[in-house]
């Protein structure tokens, strides 16, 4: 596995489902079992109703780019030499929208709306940080 710099997500509380699913390739998001709402970043109570224990739900991996930036100049030590990287807000099919990177594409091709699937990128035995490629 190569070595990975950049800042490993912290796994605490409500979170750790959202990441052991990940280190399996699995996509999941919270929804709110009363009103419906998609919950992502993972919480233990819904944002719009309050309602506490939100389900997770297994996403297809499917979506489209919904706005995206290229980074040029890394705001970190810990991204420098990944420059430019695309950095983006994907929606996913079911609806939820997360911030992720586009890998595995030239950030001058990556455009509104383009279709992605996503990707797993393992950073340690335990974590898989999910990406999104051109689908």
């Not at 489209?64 to 100049?73: A, D, K, N, P």
């Amino acid at each position: 596995m190569p070595t990975y710099e950049q800042p490993f997500p912290e796994i605490r509380g409500v979170e750790a489902t959202f990441w052991a699913e990940a280190a399996r390739g699995r996509l999941v998001v919270q929804r709110c079992r009363v009103c419906r709402a998609w919950v992502h970043y993972p919480r233990i109570s819904c944002p719009q109703c309050a309602a506490a224990d939100p389900e997770w739900v297994a996403m297809s991996g499917r979506g489209t780019v919904y706005s995206f930036t290229v980074v040029h100049r890394a705001g970190t030590s810990a991204f420098r030499g990944e420059e430019p990287y695309t950095v983006a807000i994907v929606a996913l099919a079911e609806g939820p929208r997360l911030m992720t990177n586009v890998v595995e594409c030239p950030p001058e091709a990556v455009a509104v709306g383009m279709p992605v699937r996503v990707a797993f990128r393992p950073v340690s035995d335990e974590i898989a940080v999910p990406v999104f490629r051109p689908a």
